[in-house]
DNA sequence: AAGTTGACGGATG
DNA sequence: TCATCCGCCAACT
């Protein structure tokens, strides 16, 4: 029950998550580092699984360091989040993995740093 | 108040 | 490449 207060270190977390460009993805890790968690890598799966309305808060852009979703089977909630960023041009390998070589985030290249679209 | 848990990550086998 | 183990740190019970 956190939806309503968002100030604690998990604001942080949706901070960073909401700068994700569209096409783009990061890994909890990632955010965690972004958001200065450090290590909080965890924390930031907890504070998206805690997120339940989105808010504006594009988590389906952050995604585990191995490239792929690491939702369970929740109500379809990883298949939402697999077409939105197919919808978005993340492209999955055959083994429903993303290549984070290409898709991977980089905070501060605002512009075009390579991938597709 | 204390212990357990977890949308993770990295090293190791 | 996959399976295990250990480490991090706040939220939850």
Redesign the pocket.
Known sequence: ??EGKQQ???ARVYAVVRRIPEGRVA????V?ELAG????????????????SEMGVP??R?????GE????HLGG??VT?RLRLEREGVKFNA?GRIDLKVFRWKPGSRKKSGPPR
């Open positions: 029950m956190v604690g270190r998990w890994t909890y890790g990632q965690a968690l450090g290590a909080g890598a965890r924390q930031v799966g907890y504070a998206l699984h805690a997120l339940r988590w389906h952050v995604i585990n360091a191995r979703i690491s939702l369970g909630a990883n989040q083994r």
